[in-house]
């Protein structure tokens, strides 16, 4: 038996025979039509059963339920002849369901291309987000607000020939939501959609709400091949954060990921290395905080200024020296040091954030039981400054040098204190005696070391400054090929003084130097003996 518009009921009298079949027409309610579109839809019927319904009175811009119609089911189900067949019957290719999203929505972000070109042909409006652009025939949208514009769909959802369509028909590259613009929303990975946007005409300078471009975004993401996209695009390489943020440049953003080749890629593309006017650091000093000796290598080798301070004073060696736990800090400060870093340098200002006090007093400061003797002795080789004394006085610093208030963390390290005995400039014993963080014998040790005479080896070191040792060894052989030194020489060795004098009176840089620290020399020596 067949069933059409008709339902059979059976006849409720008691009697016998066969019963008789009473047949009586079914009244569909407009919403149970509606129903029955939007099931037919769904489960792809003939597109001639649909048309049947249409006829029976289905109302084809009726809201179904949460506000979907007809056309959002044939487009969420990709039924391009039944989009075609609703919009000829009068359906509006541009209401929305209850959350603001059109048929259009649901194209872009499952990557309905067909579909879609129906709906931009049909009218569908492309600049969905325009104020007044989607007339609103109801007020249960209490979300459209979050609502995104189809563009932002089809290239969250990398649907290339989507995001094509809809810019080819006029969809806006540089629409701004709560979070920032078309493109600092994209997925890095769709390189694709970022490109098609930029080509569109889409500013890669772009901030979003977190003070990022894209480029920035890209470097904090080691994504090297959408580095080099925005790039070509005109991305700007110095680009630094807004006001409310760090103003911080890309190259920060790659160094703090540790990124060696994008910020290589940046650095040959024009990246500034000098510190940001309202940004603590430069990216040398980025690199120490990181511990990465590559990029350390890298700034270096890009004629970073290892002179240059943070905002509050700070050079990059007395950086290296001050971060407590960096595993490869002796190398860092190699690096620094071979690159004439100024191993005495200092802040004349006392800061409570940066380190202020030379690169070993910094060193000494701040490392506790982490202290070792390499990095000691290769501040010392390089003419570092060692004074047992107070390094504060009552207003100012009395003597940036001292290390006394902080021998307390390396007593228990014999090496490092013979190390720091021998290589002092000065013992000031009155200091010694008050000091109230050594006990009784390290003041005795102390006080002894600072009444017995300097090696000849150590004085010769004190009148050589602060000079590296590639300088002294380079001055070395310019003098020895001077006459005038060659006949001082001559001179000195008639008073039979040791070789290592003779070399030791070399270190300085003009031949009045060397008389007066070969005299010296000559002096205590003849003392000691």
């Known amino acids: 038996m067949e069933y059409d518009e008709y339902e059979d009921f059976e006849n409720c009298m008691t009697y016998d025979g066969p019963k008789p079949i009473i047949r009586r027409r079914l009244e569909w309610s407009p919403e149970a039509l509606l129903r029955l579109l939007a099931d037919a839809i769904t489960f792809k019927s003939p597109i001639e059963d649909i048309t049947l319904i249409i006829r029976c009175g289905a109302d084809v811009n009726g809201r179904v339920k949460k506000g979907l119609r007809p056309l959002h089911y044939a487009a969420f189900v990709n039924y391009v002849e039944c989009v075609k067949l609703l919009v000829d019957n009068g359906a509006d290719v541009n209401l929305t369901d209850d959350i603001g999203y059109t048929p259009m929505h649901i194209c872009a972000r499952k990557g309905y291309h067909n579909v879609l070109s129906i709906l931009i042909t049909n009218g569908a409006n492309l600049k969905f987000c325009k104020l007044g652009v989607i007339e609103e025939d109801n007020l249960n949208k209490k979300d459209s607000f979050m609502t995104m514009a189809p563009l932002n769909m089809a290239i969250e959802n990398n649907h290339i020939e989507c995001a094509r369509l809809l810019l080819e028909n006029g969809a806006s590259p540089h629409h701004k939501y709560f979070m920032g613009y078309e493109i600092s929303l994209v997925p890095l990975d769709n390189l694709e959609c970022m490109e098609l946007l930029l080509s569109h ?41 807004p006001a409310r943020f760090e103003q911080r440049r890309p190259i920060h953003f790659a160094i703090q990921a540790g990124d060696v080749e994008i910020t290589e890629y940046l650095l040959k593309n024009g990246a500034c290395l000098s510190r940001p006017n309202n940004y603590k650091y430069s990216p040398l000093h980025e690199a120490i905080v990181k511990d990465n000796i590559a990029l350390c290598e890298l700034m270096l080798q890009y004629q970073a200024k290892v002179e240059e301070r943070t905002e509050h004073g700070a050079t990059p060696l007395m950086l290296a ?91 228990g390290k014999k090496d490092v204190c013979h190390l720091l005995f021998v290589a002092a400039c000065l013992y000031d014993n009155d200091s010694i005696k008050h000091v109230n963080t050594i006990n009784v014998e390290a003041k005795k040790c102390l006080m002894s070391y ?60 003009h031949i009045s130097e060397c008389m007066r620290v070969s005299r010296t020399v000559l002096d205590v020596h003849c003392d000691s003996v």
């Open 450 to 509: 600072g009444c017995r005479p300097r090696e000849l080896k150590h004085l010769c070191r004190c009148e050589s400054g602060d000079l590296p040792p590639f300088r002294i060894q380079k001055q070395s052989r310019y003098l020895a090929s001077d006459a005038r030194f060659r006949e001082l020489t001559s001179d000195t060795s008639t008073l039979a003084l040791p070789p290592t004098v003779i070399r030791g009176a070399s270190h300085s840089l």
């Open 321 to 411: 020296c001050s971060l407590v736990g960096l595993k490869n800090r002796r190398q860092i400060v190699e690096l620094l040091l071979n690159k004439n870093a100024n191993v005495n340098a200092y802040s004349e200002q006392v800061s409570y954030i940066d380190p202020y006090l030379p690169p070993l007093i910094e060193y000494l400061k701040n490392n506790g039981c982490d202290i070792h003797y390499d990095v000691i002795s290769l501040l010392i080789k390089f003419g570092a400054k060692v004074s047992f004394r107070g390094y504060l006085g009552v207003v100012r610093a009395k003597d940036p040098f001292g290390i006394l208030h902080f021998m307390h963390n390396v007593f």
């Open 201 to 241: 005409g889409a500013d890669p300078n772009v901030y979003n709400r977190c003070g990022v471009t894209p480029l920035m975004r890209a470097c904090k993401e080691h994504k090297l091949s959408t580095v080099k996209l925005l790039l070509q695009f005109n991305a700007d390489v110095n680009a630094t954060c």
